[in-house]
Structure formats: C-alpha cells, structure tokens
C-alpha cells in the first residue's frame, strides 16, 4: 500500500510537462468549502484561463498554486515543489519563479513607479530595502528594461498614485516580470480596468507569454476576452470543475452557451445571496 | 418562475456559509450600565469638588481680595537675559524632540509587533502589547522617579528623554499599532507572492504606507512632550522647567511669571509649526502643480537641470549614457533629501546641545537588573490606610472634579462650535477658534501660575484640569455632533420642533453614549496629569518624590503599584464602554 502510493507520486511530481498538478484539491475555509476535490493539470507554456462567478473559487484555486493558501486536503504540485507541504524557504524559492498579479494592482501608492518594480526582486535579495537607493544597480537597470517593455519608461520616477489604473496595471506586470518567472497567475487582471485599458492590458499579458514561454493562469468575468485570449478555458462553480475545453476548437456561440451553464446565477442560489432579488433574474431566463 | 437547473441543485452549497444568522442587537444592559457610569461619573465629580473643598467663589474673591499683591508680586514679569533664556529654549527643545524621536523609533518596531497582520506570532504579539499598555498607563513622573534611581539624580537630560520617550510609546505605539492594521493588505501579499520575506515586505510596504500617520503622531507627541517636560523640570530635567522651579523655590514671581508666557509662547509655535507640517505632507498631491517656494523651485528645475523623461518604450539615460536610475534633482526630491537631511541634522544637534552623557548611559545599563530588584518586595510601612491611600484618593478626585467642571463649560462650548447646532456658521467658526486656542494653552503651566496665587492647594490643580479638559472635551463633542446623522434632525424638524427642541431631542440623544467613552478617556488623561500635580505638592505624586527623595524604593513601588492599577482600572471601564458605543 504504501509503496504504490510512493510510486505513484514519484510520476505524479516527475511529469516534466506539467509544471502545476492539483491533486484532490479541497480547500474549507471555516464552514465554507471554497474549493471541492479539484483536480487539474496545468501545461507549460499555455494560457489557461478560469471562468466562474463571485464566489466560485477562482482566487482560491490561484493563490493555492504559489501557496498563499494550503489545501485542507490534496496535493498541490508546481515546476516541482510540494507546494502543500513546503516550508516557508522553500515557498520562498518556488514564489521567485512565479509571478502574479491582482485585480487592485497591489502596488504601494506612495513609492515611486521604479521602486515598486524592483520590490518584485525582493524575493532574490536578502534584507529589507529602505528605499530605491538600497537596491542594486542591475535590479534597478531590470526594473527600467520591464517598465520599457510595458511602455512605461517615461513614468518611472513618478509616485504610482499619478498613474491611471490601466497603467496600474501595467506596473504590476513589470514587477511580476522582473523576477523572470516561468509562471505568471494573473487574478482578473482587467476587472477593474475600462475596455480601452482591458485590451490594453490582456494584449500585453499575451505577448508576454508567448516572447517568454510564460505559463499564464489567469481568471477572467468576460467570455469574448477569455475566448480571444487563452489556449484552455476552466469552469468553476461553486468551488467544483464543472467545464475543461480546449479554446481553439470552440466558437463564440459555443462559449456563450457554455458559460451561461456555469455562471448564470439560478433562482436557488439569489435566494441564498440576496432573497430581495429573487424571482427577477428567474423571469430573465425562463 | 424559474425552474431548477439539475446541476444547479447537485451543486454543493458553498455560499451557504457566508451570511450567518443575523446577531440580535446587543442586550439594553449594557447601555444601562454605560449611563450608570456616566451618572456615577457625575455623582463622583460632585463628591469631589465638596470633599476637595472646591468654592469658586472664593477662589474669585481670594484672586480679588489678592489683587494688589498678584499685581505687585507678578507683574511686570520679569525675563532671564537673552543668551540664557535661548540656552534654555534650546535644551527644552532639546529634550523634547530626543524624547519624540526616540519614542517613534521604538514604537515602530513594538507596534509591528503589537498589530495582529505584521506580528511573528501570538507571544509576541502579547508582549508588544503590555508594553504598550503599560508605558499608557504610568504617567511620565512615574517614569522620571524610576529613572532618577537608575541613572542618578545628575542626569537630568537623560532621565527626561527616557521617561517622555517611554510613556509616548504608550500612545504612539497604540496609535501606529491601529494604522498598521488599517494598512492595505494588498501590496504586502503582492511582495510575499514575489518571495518577499517578512521583513521586506514589512518594510517595503506596510512601514512606507504608515510614514505619514509616524510624521503626524510624533508631531502630536512632540507637543504634549513640551507641555509634560515643563513639570518634569521640577524633579531636575534640565531646560525651562527647571528654571521656572528654580525661580519657585526662591519666591522670584515676576520671573516664574515670564517663563510661565515663554513656555506659553512656545506651545503656540510648536503646535504652529506641526500644523503646518501636518498639511504640508498632506497636500503633497501628485497630480497637481505644487505651489510658493517649492512651485518655484520646481518651475526653475524644469526649465534648467531636470530633463524630464519623454519616450515610454526606452529608459532614459544619462549624460554618461548609462541607464537613468535615480530620480533626477526635481522639487520634490530636493524636498525629501532636505526633510531627512534636517531630520538628521537635529537629532545630532540635539543630541551636542543637551550634553547626554553615554558613559552614564553604557554604565546603569549594566546595573539596571540590580536597581530593579531594589523596588522589590514593596512595602507601605504600616501607612497605606492613613497616608497613601487617601493621598490616591486625591488625586482621582483632583481627575473628577475637573472633569465635572471642565464638562459643564465644554458641552455648550462644543455644541456651539459643532456647525449642525450652532445658530449661525460664524458662531460655530467663533467657537471652533476659541478650542483651538484652549487647546494651544499647556494647562499644567496654568496650574503653576495658579499655585502661585492660590497657594498650593487642590484647587489650582482642578481648575488648571478643568481648563485642560474643556478644549479636548469641546472638540470631541463638537466633532461627534458633525458626525451626527442628520436625517434623523430633518425628521423631528420637519415634525414641527424648533432648533432647541431639534438640539436635545435628535442630536443628543444619538452622541451620548458616544459622548460617554469620551469623557472616560478625558478621566484618564485627567487621573495622568493630576499625578503629575505631585511636583507642586498635590496627591500622590508628592508622595511619589518623597519617597524618591528619601530613596525608599519599597514605597516607590507600592505607589506605582497603586497608580497603575487606577489607570488600568480606568482603561478596563473606558474600553468596555467603547464596546458597547460601538
Ligand atoms: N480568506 C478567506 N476566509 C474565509 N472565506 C474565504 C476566504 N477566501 C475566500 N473565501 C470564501 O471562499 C469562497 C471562494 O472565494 P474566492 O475568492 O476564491 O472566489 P472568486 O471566484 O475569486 O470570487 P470573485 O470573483 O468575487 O473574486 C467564497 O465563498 C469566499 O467567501
Ligand atoms: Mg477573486
């Protein structure tokens, strides 16, 4: 018993084509089971994007991938480490080559543009930084060659709040790329940006991955942007898989109507939510 | 209707979590108990000021029946010369910002210690917290007359830093403890994503986001430092406090009376200066042109030696031809390399102008254990019943009978300065200034000049207490009357009642519990200060530097003992009340 289980792992973690593995993933926060038994396999090299409503566990199932949260039970496996069962140096390690971004940007309002990047390295160096002058010239040459990529070189030395939310946006990209990761998470990157700054913003991610062979798992609200964009499109409700297609062979229509399985809400669930809407969203729909 | 969806009702509930039975409102108990304190609060005051002996009237014909002697004693004051007065500003000065920047500087580390999202774990977060509790709780004296034991009676510079810095970390550490909390967790879990390590991510985000409460809170301190250090000068810290106890001690009013105004002055100024600092910083907006010298100097950089950076998709380099990675001399960096260029600047020349003594310092560091110990067991001496303790009963009804009366001349005070209750918005503006100005006056100097005319009494010290808690009593109310919802007033107004009516009926009724925690907190800022009376001869203070004085250690802990738990108790009330509010 126990060694069919070692020898199991031992394919499971040596999948070289795989750098993320979920295995029976369940997460409970209190009474709350944010994520239900997920298994999923993430391929190097692929934008994945997660589709599901408010609540359905998106955020969960990102953060569990560079261990900001551990799983209640399962195994979450990436580029190699045990993620479910590693150490705070370890993670640290594992953090350095995955990049992430949020839908609020994270970006510390009052520090220069220039500085924020280079909190991204902070991860390879060892100590605190005090300010932009504590940190090594290369970090800081980095830091200006990603503000370049993402067309912000112009804006390095201004404080972050002086920049709109699109450019936002494209700051925390930079700080995510300047730990030249092999994994980027990206949590609804666009959901709080206009559509100018969204096309902006997902065309940036895009090119990005591809020029650096980034593995991309990014959560998204809109289908048109998700179909455009990903190689894959993941399903989430209510904390469980409920859809896993390949993006290429599926068309607008398709999409629509595989998302509207997913994510239109049901009139059992506005009861539970907010019982003062019910019966409105039912009329839509039937 | 809306039929079911088969995966729908398959699907687990997972937002069933999320909205829990609604709590029942909290039980009207606790409202009666906080208005049980609040009339205990009243009934104590009462008791206080007719055991104390408090008559104004005959403190109005005691100054009248004295006039001639006020006049001829007081008046016209008199002014140490020139060098000497600036020497002692200096030192003052000194002392104080030493005292504020020594308590920030460690406050920082102990509040994110003390703050639930920076701590390392729950020991440490308990232990940053009693030491902030307790540096709150014991007054500043108490801290003097410790360290008078510690370093020496001679070491008065010293002693002052250390015991200001001390009890301001009870406040500053509080304070910064909150903001830490209040801080955007966003870009802190941003750098721990990037592999951040604790201390990075502290810094880099948490630390960098609270630099404008840590200027604000030290500039705050920094003006009750200056208010506290005149008192402290009475048991030996050098500077205008000790000038002022030295002119006391040998009866030479005119010249108590000019150092009562230049302290007095100086108050003004520093509450003066940070304000404007505070708004300073505050109106630091990025995307608006900055304004005056900085403007200027802006304008100037601009169009000589700042090349402001045009392309965004190539960095900028410079002259040199390496890539541009430092900020280039524009206003705003000239202003920050400035701040902390003076910041430095002082606390060096601070450090030269009070002469501190490190061999002293490095020295009792070493022996600290050895005089700690001294302290203990306490021991009354068989004295408690008919000496300490009524001397701690003093000094609390010193804290309630100035509240009373400082309350009574704060609520209409408040309520007219308050826009919402006022008649007109130039009488809330008349009365918004005249807070400002109570606030500006040190009471404690008020207290001395009292002392003078009155003699030393209790009554000097509950007027002077009562004078002190009226600007931050006033302003409290004034606030939590602006903050009051108004709908409610438009909806008894709209019934048909008039202003008066409105006042008591709509607005009171919805701040008094409000009211209530505040008045609390003005006790124990009270209870403090009257401890602090103890240099000019009143309640347990005075036995505090008698004790010091005669070196009887058992005492000394016995005393701080019983203050502590006064204040502690106070804190307990005070908190428990401010739960229910909430
Ligand atoms: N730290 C937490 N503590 C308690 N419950 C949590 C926590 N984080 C998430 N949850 C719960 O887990 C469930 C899934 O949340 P999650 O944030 O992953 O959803 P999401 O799909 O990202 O939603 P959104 O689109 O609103 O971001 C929700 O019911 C949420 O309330
Ligand atoms: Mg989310």
Redesign the pocket.
């Known amino acids: 018993m126990a060694q069919s289980m070692t020898a199991e792992r031992a394919t499971f973690t040596g999948a070289e084509e795989r750098s993320i593995q979920l295995r029976n993933v369940t997460k409970q ?2 009474d ?1 089971t ?1 994520l239900n038994d997920i298994n999923i396999d993430f391929a190097p090299q692929k934008i994945n994007v997660l589709l ?10 990102l953060r569990h991938i560079n261990g900001l949260h551990k799983p209640t039970s399962g195994e979450v496996v990436t580029l190699g480490t045990e993620v479910h069962r590693a150490g705070a140096g370890k993670l640290r390690k594992l953090r350095r080559e995955v990049g992430m971004i949020f839908q609020h940007f994270h970006l510390v309002e009052s520090m220069s543009v220039l500085e924020n990047v280079c909190t991204g390295k902070l991860g390879s160096l060892a100590g605190p930084r005090l300010g932009l002058f504590m940190y090594p010239r290369e970090v800081k040459e980095q830091a200006m060659e990603q503000l370049a990529r993402v067309g912000l070189a112009d804006k390095a030395f201004q404080r972050a709040d002086a920049l709109s939310g699109g450019q936002m946006q494209r700051v925390a990209i930079a700080r995510a790329l300047i730990q030249e990761p092999k994994v980027l998470l990206a949590d ?1 990157p666009v959901a709080a940006l206009d559509p100018v700054s969204s096309a902006t913003v997902m065309n940036l991610i895009g090119n990005i991955a591809k020029e650096d062979n980034l593995t991309v798992v990014c ?1 998204l609200h809109q289908v048109e942007v998700a179909l455009e964009f990903s190689d894959r499109i993941i399903g ?1 409700r209510g ?1 469980q898989l409920v859809m896993d297609r390949d993006s290429h062979s599926l068309s607008l229509k398709e999409a629509h109507e595989i998302y509207n399985a997913v994510a239109v809400v049901t009139e059992e669930e506005i009861q539970e939510q907010a019982p003062e809407l019910a019966g409105i969203a039912g009329e839509q729909h039937s | 209707m809306a039929t079911l969806r088969p995966e729908a009702a398959e699907a687990p509930r ?2 069933s979590g ?1 909205r829990p039975v609604p709590k029942r409102p909290t039980p009207s108990i606790h409202v009666i108990a906080v208005w049980g304190i609040f009339l205990t609060l009243i009934a104590g005051g009462v008791w206080s000021m007719f055991d104390l002996g408090i008559n104004l009237f005959d403190v109005l014909v005691n100054i009248i029946s004295g006039w001639d002697w006020i006049t001829e004693n007081l008046f016209p004051p008199q002014f140490p010369e020139a060098a000497r007065l600036v020497e002692l500003i200096l030192t003052t000065l000194g002392i104080v910002f030493l005292a504020t920047l020594f308590s920030v500087i460690t406050s920082v580390p102990i509040a994110i210690f003390a703050a639930v999202n920076t701590t390392t774990g729950a020991i440490s977060r308990q232990t940053a917290r009693i030491i902030i509790i307790f540096c709150r709780a014991a007054p500043d004296l108490v801290f003097a007359i410790i360290l008078i034991r510690v370093f020496g009676p001679a070491n008065g510079a010293l002693i002052g830093i250390v015991a200001m810095g001390l009890s301001s970390i009870g406040m500053v550490g509080k304070l910064l403890a909150d903001n830490i909390e209040d801080v955007d967790r966003g870009p802190s879990e941003a750098i721990r994503a990037a592999g951040g390590a604790r201390w990075q991510w502290i810094q880099s985000t948490v630390i960098l986001q609270i630099m404008p409460q840590i200027v604000a809170h030290g500039l705050h301190r920094m003006d009750i430092n200056l208010r506290n250090s005149v008192l402290l000068g009475f048991v030996g810290v050098p500077g205008l406090g000790q000038a002022l106890s030295n002119a006391m001690n040998t009866r030479q009013w005119d010249l108590v009376m000019g150092y009562t105004i230049v302290i007095t002055v100086l108050c003004i100024l520093m509450e003066l200066l940070s304000g404007a600092i505070r708004t300073q910083m505050m109106g630091r907006d990025s995307g608006g042109r900055r304004r005056g010298v900085l403007g200027l100097l802006e304008r100037i950089a601009q169009n000589s030696w700042v090349h402001a950076p045009t392309d965004p998709h190539t960095a900028q380099r410079t002259p040199k031809g390496r890539v541009r990675v430092a900020p280039q001399w524009d206003a705003g960096r000239i202003q920050r390399f400035f701040g902390w260029a003076a910041l430095i600047t002082l606390a060096f020349l601070a450090i030269y102008d009070v002469e501190l003594n490190w061999e002293v310092l490095m020295n009792t560091l070493g022996n600290f254990p050895d005089v700690v110990s001294r302290f203990f067991p306490p021991d009354d001496h068989g004295h408690y019943a008919s000496r300490y303790f009524p001397a701690l009963v003093e000094t609390l009804q010193i804290a309630m009978a100035s509240l009373l009366l400082g309350l009574f001349v704060a609520l209409p005070i408040g309520a007219f300065a308050a826009r919402n209750a006022a008649p007109t918005k130039n009488i809330a503006t008349f009365f918004r200034c005249l807070i400002v100005a109570c606030r500006a006056f040190p009471e404690l100097v008020l207290a001395i000049v009292l002392v003078v005319i009155l003699g030393f009494d209790a009554t000097a010290g509950v007027i002077a207490l009562a004078f002190g808690s009226i600007g931050l009593l006033a302003k409290l109310v004034a606030d939590s009357l602006e903050e009051s919802d108004t709908r409610v007033q438009d909806a008894v107004r709209a019934g048909g009642a008039d202003r008066v009516q409105t006042f008591f009926s709509a607005t009171v009724r919805q701040t008094a519990p409000a009211t209530v925690a505040h008045i609390l907190y003005q006790l124990d800022v009270n209870f403090r200060a009257a401890t602090l009376l103890g240099v000019l001869g009143l309640g347990i203070g005075f036995d505090l530097l008698q004790a010091s004085a005669r070196s009887r250690y058992e005492i000394l802990s016995l005393l701080i003992i019983n203050i502590l738990v006064v204040v502690i108790i106070l804190e307990l009330i005070s908190m428990y009340v401010r739960k229910v509010v909430r």
């Open positions: 926060f209190d709350v944010a599901g409503l408010s609540g359905s566990g998106k955020s969960t199932l609804e959560s989430l904390g | 997972s937002t999320r």
